[in-house]
C-alpha cells in the first residue's frame, strides 16, 4: 500500500528566500501530483509528473520527481506572501484501481 | 463550464440524523471520489467511481454509502450521522483513474 509522507507540516518562510519542501512516497508510483489549498478553498492542482526526472515549472514553484529515490520536491523561489498556503503531494498506486494518495500536507506561512 | 459543484456548502445535523451530498461533474469524467478532510489528516477517500455504475471503497467508507446515479452525479449518504463524521467533503472527478483529479468547493458538515 502507497503512504505518502510530507515533512514538516508546516514551514515559516521569510519573504524573499529560497526553500524546498519534500515529499516522500513508500512504494512506486506511476505519477505524483502537487496541489494547493487556500484556508477554507477546496484544492487546485498545480503540477502533474508522469516520469522520473520530470520537472514543472509555474512563476515561482518548480516541482520534480525523482522515482529512484521515491521522493518529489517542491523549489520555491524569492518566496511571496501570495504562496501562504497548504502544498499537498499525492501518489497513485501502480497498476488497475489505482487512486491517489495523498500526504498530509504542509502548511508553508511566508513572513515579511 | 462549472466543474465540479457540491450541495450543499454547509450542513448541521443532529447524531442519528441522515443526509445526502450532491456532487456533479460537467467535463464527462468517468471517474469520481469522495474525500473528507480532518485536521492533521490530509484528505481519506471514502469511495469512489472508477466509470459510471461502479464503486468500490477507499480507506474510510464506514458509515458511509454511494450511489453513481449518472456519469454525471455522485452522491454520498450518511444513513445515521455521528459526531466523529463532521468533517469537510470534497467530491472530485477525473478523465480516469489515473489523471490528475478536479476537485469541487466542499461541504463543510458538523454533526452534533
Known amino acids: 500500500e502507497l503512504k505518502v509522507e510530507q515533512n514538516p507540516l508546516f514551514l515559516s518562510m521569510q519573504e524573499g528566500k529560497n526553500y524546498t519542501i519534500y515529499c516522500n512516497y513508500s512504494?512506486?508510483?506511476?505519477?505524483l501530483y502537487w496541489y494547493r489549498q487556500d484556508p477554507g478553498k477546496s484544492l487546485e492542482s498545480l503540477f502533474v509528473?508522469?516520469?522520473?526526472?520530470a520537472v514543472k515549472q509555474e512563476g515561482r514553484l518548480m516541482a520534480s520527481l525523482d522515482t529512484k529515490a521515491r521522493l518529489s520536491t517542491l523549489h520555491i523561489t524569492a518566496a511571496v506572501h501570495d504562496l501562504s498556503a497548504t502544498y499537498f503531494c499525492?501518489?497513485?498506486?501502480?497498476?488497475?484501481?489505482?487512486?491517489?494518495?495523498f500526504g498530509k500536507g504542509i502548511t508553508l506561512s511566508v513572513r515579511p | 463550464n462549472a466543474g465540479v459543484t457540491q450541495t450543499p456548502k454547509f450542513q448541521v445535523l443532529k447524531t442519528g440524523q441522515s443526509m445526502t451530498l450532491q456532487c456533479a461533474q460537467d467535463?464527462?469524467?468517468?471517474?469520481m471520489y469522495w474525500y473528507r478532510q480532518d485536521p492533521g489528516m490530509g484528505l481519506r477517500l471514502i469511495y469512489y467511481?472508477?466509470?459510471?455504475?461502479?464503486?468500490d471503497k477507499g480507506e474510510v467508507p464506514n458509515g458511509y454509502n454511494v450511489s453513481r446515479l449518472n456519469k454525471r452525479e455522485f452522491s454520498l449518504r450518511l444513513e445515521s450521522a455521528a459526531p466523529s463524521q463532521t468533517s469537510v467533503y470534497f467530491c472530485?472527478?477525473?478523465?480516469?483513474?489515473?489523471?490528475?483529479?478536479?476537485f469541487g468547493p466542499g461541504t463543510r458538515l458538523t454533526v452534533l
Open positions: 472530485a472527478s477525473s478523465p480516469t483513474e489515473i489523471n490528475e483529479q478536479f
Open positions: 512504494t512506486t508510483s506511476d505519477r
Open positions: 509528473l508522469l516520469s522520473n526526472g
Open positions: 499525492a501518489g497513485t498506486n501502480t497498476g488497475a484501481n489505482s487512486k491517489l494518495t
Open positions: 467535463m464527462n469524467h468517468n471517474s
Open positions: 467511481s472508477a466509470s459510471e455504475g461502479t464503486t
